[in-house]
């Protein structure tokens, strides 16, 4: 199992404020994808990087893979309270085929 | 409609008593996974189904079994619930591997809160 470290654990912004959070690991993955969990839900997919040092934007969401594929980032420029939720990234590593590896998240919480 | 549905959304029981989540989903997909989520670990993955023939146990398959009855079903089921069973639990769905993707996208019902006293 290729362990996924996400930081920060929790963060409390106010609303307008940007944010970086952050996915590492030692390992190398075919593609990382983030997801968003809201209470009461399950995850709902944001975006899947597969190339080294690809950039991908979702309205106010920059997602970025590491050159060499064990890393990840997710920027969110001018936060919304719409945006408060668990921030979940995981990896498929190289010729797994079957499993996800999911970090254990970064719970984030926009305040007006 | 929700594409991946779960039932019940939340269960009460008592340790020693058999218990069963269902799964259905519309989205066509082979694949199909079950996890746990507790505070603080994650998800973490208890058995994977990449068809109707196909099971195989996952990270923490330990006090749980599946059934693939279709395509579209797939249930997890706690032979003896213990506390330590209490959690969140998700199913998901993947076409990973077919000609609509390359990737291991994962699609998630609303899941089930378990709480075994």
């Known amino acids: 199992t290729q362990l996924l470290e996400q930081s920060p654990q929790f963060l409390s912004i106010q609303e307008g404020e940007n944010l970086t959070v952050y996915c590492n690991s030692s390992s190398v993955f075919s593609s990382l994808q983030w997801y968003r969990q809201e209470p009461g839900e399950g995850p709902v997919l944001l975006v899947t990087v597969v190339t080294g040092g690809e950039v991908k934007k979702l309205k106010r969401l920059t997602f970025q893979f590491g050159d060499a594929r064990k890393d990840s980032s997710l920027h969110i420029t001018a936060a919304q309270p719409g945006d408060t939720g668990l921030y979940l990234c995981?990896?498929?590593?190289?010729?797994?085929?079957?499993?996800?590896?999911f970090g254990k998240g970064t719970s984030l919480l926009v305040t007006p | 409609d929700a594409d991946v549905t779960q039932t019940p959304r939340n269960r009460i029981t008592k340790t020693g008593k058999r218990i069963m989540l269902e799964c259905s989903q519309t989205k066509g997909h082979d694949r199909m996974y079950w996890y746990r989520q507790d505070p603080g670990l994650g998800l973490r993955l208890i058995y994977y189904s990449f068809d109707v023939k196909d099971i195989n146990k996952g990270e923490i398959s330990d006090g749980y079994s599946v059934s693939r009855q279709a395509q579209a079903k797939f249930s997890l089921s706690l032979e003896s619930a213990i506390p330590n069973q209490t959690a969140l639990y998700f199913c998901?769905?993947?076409?990973?591997?077919?000609?609509?993707?390359?990737?291991?996208?994962?699609?998630f019902g609303p899941g089930t809160r378990l709480t075994v006293l």
């Open positions: 995981a990896g498929d590593s190289e010729g797994s085929g079957y499993a996800l590896n």
């Open positions: 998901a769905t993947s076409d990973w591997g077919t000609s609509y993707s390359s990737y291991n996208e994962q699609f």
